[in-house]
């Protein structure tokens, strides 16, 4: 088998801007596991859900193709906000009837849940848009960068630089301010915080809109990027997302991305070296022994302050 | 009509009923159908002897998910010939047939599980005396041991894997009757489908192509016979991956793929593994000038959907004649217009002739029985020795395997997003 560099560095790009989708759907998955150690099952097709409700915001906005100037901005502005708005709620629905109550049931018991949950949403979609895949328009320009051999799509840009840019935002939050101390106050211990004066059902609501609405906004960059989605979409990649928070630190905010990245550019690797269908096979395998020898992760578990 | 169902046996009784609704506004059509549940419909039964007793035709197709773009018009063709037959007077009126419609559609896409359990439904009512079906061979794996053992005569319009009637594999299935055949199909096998297409890549003047496919029982199949018969008739294949379920981005494979600069990429498998979302993406990595190849699996109006633009240079083969274009189907095809209010699906002629064998098999049976209900076996035998059936497809009769003695081969060219016959070829048996 012939390789060269150029093929290599394409493949390495290819991964990253996968791993980058990975990585955006992962940090929802990880904050809601580090505040109540529930897997939200239901996550991956909060993020499919965060592709059609942009879809919704471009067909009612009559955008069918790329869009130019300052419209550009209204236009991706408009369906991000409003995808990450309706994910958002619809987490905080969730959390509201689904998980609440099971707050301190056996671990089992949400976790069915969860898994229940995310088949209502699969058949909602699928009811709502039908079983084919569904063409996203292609609304942002996408130049082609050529240097030397290599070829960078504007949007694999996009995507990389969105995942890195949320997920400092989504530190410095946790970190710097008096909810994200709550959120982490929370994560330590339920009981404690909750004598301390914190209301945990609001702190926990709380984590769930935000970590809905980055699967909405995840959903939104994933519709651009690969130009279709259909309902059963967020099933193999929410299970790819769970799997990198778990290789990076469950809980671990940056773990979830480093994850994520990890995961996109072993398939890239795989698919290049192997062959395609091992692709799933190696990101498992590793998996599993990085959990035999480091179970809590490559960066460990917890959020940044849960020492 | 979409109707992505939150369960199968509702989408056949939506189907079912949707049928009968148009039924009733034919005058001539005599057709009862029934829903899945077994609840007659409300279908204007004109029936003369109205006392006879029902004979049911079960079929199994995917009706909901993505393939419904090709199960549902199979299933209008089998549907059509019950109803004709019916309107003529069928065993001399003694009787009354039926269809019983079944989706094997779960979440959007075809389903052995589902499949099989929907033959248990139809072994399970005495009445059913045949089945057409099923659209996807690796649903007919999973049903053709269970109507091996209950004797019950099942046709399929468009099973191409060459392991449900040849070979050891074909043998595993008749588990309960080895020496009998209770599985026969109207359209031709892969091992000739991917040949002709070998050929037909060769004639196009392909010499080094990248083989692809689903890791599915029909499509790793056709990719299986294409590989090496490109490669007898002077080809290369530059290499030969497997897509998995589900699977969204592409871009990887397709720039490993691009890296090794093919004439062209063949694909064995479905819509709903993945061929048309691999087609799109070829734009992504700069494949917009290579051309795409597969079987039938990807002879949908699914694939030009989404596929778009990049539909264009796709070729394709059917494993049914292009009915539109043979004199003998001229009849059918203006029948199934009237009816239906639609043009024929790929494989709505070749229902339509797995019908009528059946339909020809049970009067023979019910003759032969004196005017008495027959016997599954009896239907089957009656089957078995179809020879020299004039149909809209042509002089049809089954060999010892259950293989049609007539394949006919479509070549197809998607050109201006639309799809043009380009080639027909007559297979030698």
Known sequence: ?307 | MRSPSLSRTAGAAVLAAMLAACSSTSSTSTTSATSATGAPSDAASAVPAASGATIKIGMDFPLSGQDAAVGRPSANGALLAIEQANAAGFAGGKYTLSAVILDDTVQGKHDPAAGAQNVKTLIADPSVLAMVGPYNSNVAKAEIPLTNDAELVQISPANTNDGLTTGDDAKKLRTAHPDVNSYFRVCTRDSRQGLALAQFARKLGWHKVYVIDDNETYGKGLADVFDPSFQKLGGTVLGHDHITANQQDFKALLTKIKAQHPDAVFYGGDVSTGGALLREQMADVGMSATPFMGGDGIGTSEFLKVAGPMANQTYYSIAAPDAAKLPSASAFVAAYRKRFGSDIGAYSANSYTAAKIEIAAIEKAIAANGGKMPTRADVRNEVAATKGFASPIGTIGFDADGDTTAPILTLKKVQDGKPITYDQLVLKT
């Open chain 1, 1 to 307: 088998m012939h390789l060269d560099a150029a093929t290599l560095l394409q493949q390495l790009i290819n991964g990253l801007s996968q791993g980058g989708i990975y990585a955006l759907i992962a940090l929802g998955y990880t904050m809601v596991y580090g505040i109540i150690e529930l897997i939200n099952f239901a996550h991956g097709d909060v993020y499919t859900l965060g592709t059609f409700f942009s879809l919704a915001v471009l067909s009612l906005l009559g955008v069918t193709g790329v869009v130019s100037g300052p419209m550009l901005v209204v236009v991706v502005a408009a369906a991000i906000v409003v995808a990450m708005l309706l994910c958002g709620l619809t987490g905080v629905l969730i959390e509201r009837l689904a998980y609440r109550r099971l707050r301190n049931a056996p671990k089992l018991a949400p976790l069915i849940t969860a898994i229940g949950m995310s088949f209502i949403l699969e058949n909602l979609m699928l009811y709502w848009r039908g079983p084919s895949p569904v063409p996203f328009p292609q609304v942002v320009p996408n130049p082609e960068l050529a240097l030397g051999a290599v070829t960078v799509q504007a949007k694999q840009i996009m995507v990389v630089l969105l995942a890195v840019v949320l997920m400092l935002l989504l530190q410095s939050f946790v970190a710097n301010t008096r909810l994200g101390k709550a959120m982490r106050a929370t994560a330590q211990d339920k009981d404690a915080a909750q004598l301390m004066g914190i209301d945990i059902n609001t702190t926990i609501a709380l984590t769930f809109l935000i970590g809905s609405a980055l699967a909405g906004a995840a959903g939104f960059v994933s519709g651009v990027y690969y130009g279709s989605t259909w309902f059963f979409n967020g099933f193999a990649a929410g299970l790819k997302a769970f799997t990198a928070a778990v290789l990076g630190g469950i809980g671990n905010i940056a773990g979830a991305m480093l994850g994520g990245f990890l995961i996109g550019l072993i398939e890239a690797l795989t698919t290049q070296f192997i062959g395609d269908q091992w692709s799933n096979v190696l990101v498992f395998s590793i998996l599993v022994i990085v959990l035999i020898f480091r179970p809590s992760g490559i960066l460990g578990e917890s959020l940044p302050a849960k020492v």
